[in-house]
T-cell receptor, first 111, second 114 residues
Framework: DTGVSQDPRHKITKRGQNVTFRCDPI?????LYWYRQTLGQGPEFLTY????????KSRLLSDRFSAERPKGSFSTLEIQRTEQGDSAMYLC?????????FGSGTRLTVV | AQSVTQLGSHVSVSEGALVLLRCNYS??????LFWYVQYPNQGLQLLLK??????LVKGINGFEAEFKKSETSFHLTKPSAHMSDAAEYFC????????????FGKGTTLSVSS
């Protein structure tokens, strides 16, 4: 197992465009988390899944943000109508019991 | 709700000196506590964690942390700093349940000078 994979590593988009990021967790991990990290700040929790169920989404930053995990395996995070303030690193993590593993993140730049 | 406060956004030490990074937490239930390190343009790497049991936790790269319930603290220490320790360090807390989300502090940047 190669750990948590995130794709793409970098994304540059124009303001107003939609973007989608993918996260592939460790295969036996049933929980998956999305975080946003801006420069000089700690990761900010956005949402998480247990298998395909989204158990917490109140911390998604606005209704422009949505996440899915349709078959309980990989997950996608979509941002619609991107704004410059969405520029950040988006991190994915997965867990089983009390161990969390983070991916390397997707860096989004909105121009 | 849980929260974490990391005292000092920047800490500078000389190579060979003691490293002390401070973390205080707030939790209504017994917490799980973590320290992560992040190097530039990389993901988060787990240094150590406290769940239950022994309050002094040893981690990778010579780091350790002590859970002090009375002080609601989980400070990270290393007896002798190395240049390679220069990085961003994050303290995180979660509920005493498997699978709930980690809540992070704002981080402390550690600089090591020769």
């Amino acid at each position: 197992d190669t750990g948590v994979s995130q794709d793409p590593r970098h994304k540059i988009t124009k303001r107003g465009q939609n973007v989608t990021f993918r996260c592939d967790p460790i295969s036996e991990h049933n929980r998956l988390y999305w975080y946003r990290q801006t420069l000089g700040q700690g990761p900010e929790f956005l949402t998480y899944f247990q298998n395909e169920a989204q158990l917490e989404k109140s911390r998604l930053l606005s209704d422009r943000f949505s996440a899915e995990r349709p078959k309980g395996s990989f997950s996608t995070l979509e941002i619609q109508r991107t704004e410059q303030g969405d520029s950040a690193m988006y991190l994915c993590a997965s867990s089983f019991r009390d161990g969390y593993t983070f991916g390397s993140g997707t860096r989004l730049t909105v121009v | 709700a849980q929260s974490v406060t990391q005292l000092g956004s920047h800490v500078s030490v000389s190579e060979g000196a003691l490293v002390l990074l401070r973390c205080n937490y707030s939790s209504s239930v017994p917490p799980y506590l973590f320290w992560y390190v992040q190097y530039p343009n990389q993901g988060l790497q787990l240094l150590l964690k406290y769940t239950t049991g022994a309050t002094l936790v040893k981690g990778i790269n010579g780091f350790e942390a002590e859970f002090k319930k009375s002080e609601t603290s989980f400070h990270l220490t290393k007896p002798s700093a190395h240049m390679s320790d220069a990085a961003e360090y994050f303290c995180a807390v979660t509920l005493n349940q498997a699978g709930t989300a980690l809540i992070f502090g704002k981080g402390t940047t550690l600089s090591v000078s020769s």
